[in-house]
């Protein structure tokens, strides 16, 4: 009697061991079935869209040079005061005017088979403005060289509010992906069963390349002020997105 009952608790035990394996190769089964029955598609597009620009950035600003530490800073102080003076008259707010830049350095003259020579020192300040009226650029530049500024470089080309740009460029990207979608699975012998996932990868503007010379000659005989034309900037959305096939 103790025999049987040792077997029989044996092959119970054998049964209770057996179940959770051939349970998990019954779920492999299935998914890797899942998978083979759901044919997909793993896309990307861009949409891009071109906007005038309504904001510039520009780097100005003051160097100057004298025998002493103290009299190049002073000297370039009181210029820079003037330059800022010209800013703010050309309607250039004191909130859209950043120091981007200052150094005060010592200079020498270097002559072959001598030792370094102290010429003197030099001190240099720079500002980065922003100017939020683009008809306000040319002449606040102007102004400030005429001020003293003797150093003006980094345009730069943006927009305040780059949401409407952005969301033109996002529906752009969903028609392409769309059709990008349509085209694959036609080619295919499918036809999109839906849209089971999207993510945007980021965007970028891209800036307007820079004027011809050719172009600022002609521009410069019409209008004493300074050209500036700020052409168009590129907004760019990058997607990805993951479709599900059907026959």
Not at 103 to 110: E, I
């Amino acid at each position: 009697m103790k025999t049987i009952i040792r077997a029989g608790a044996m092959a119970l035990l054998l049964s209770s061991a057996a179940a959770p394996a051939a349970f998990a190769q019954t779920t492999q089964a299935a998914t890797a079935d899942s998978m083979f029955q759901t044919t997909t598609l793993n896309l990307s597009a861009h949409g891009e869209t071109r906007v005038a620009p309504d904001k510039a950035t520009i780097n100005l600003g003051v160097v100057s040079e004298a025998p002493t530490a103290a009299a190049a800073l002073s000297a370039n102080s009181e210029r820079m005061n003037t330059v800022i003076a010209a800013l703010r008259k050309a309607g250039i707010a004191d909130k859209e005017i950043q120091t981007s830049g200052l150094n005060l350095s010592a200079q020498y003259d270097y002559v072959q088979n001598e030792p370094p020579r102290l010429r003197g020192y030099q001190a240099s300040n720079q500002v980065t403005i922003t100017v939020n009226d683009l008809a306000r650029l040319g002449p606040a530049v102007d102004a400030t060289v005429k001020a003293g500024a003797n150093q003006v470089n980094g345009i730069s080309f943006g927009l305040k509010d780059p949401t409407a740009a952005e969301n033109a460029a996002r529906e752009e990207a969903v028609k392409a992906l769309a059709a990008k979608a349509d085209l694959y699975a036609k080619a295919t012998g499918h036809r999109v069963q839906r849209l089971v996932n999207l993510s945007e990868g980021g965007g970028f503007v891209s800036p307007p390349p820079p004027m011809p010379v050719m172009a600022y000659a002609r521009m410069e005989k019409a209008a004493d002020a300074t050209p500036v034309s700020g052409g168009e900037l590129s907004v760019r959305v990058d997607i990805t997105g993951l479709y599900e096939l059907t026959k």
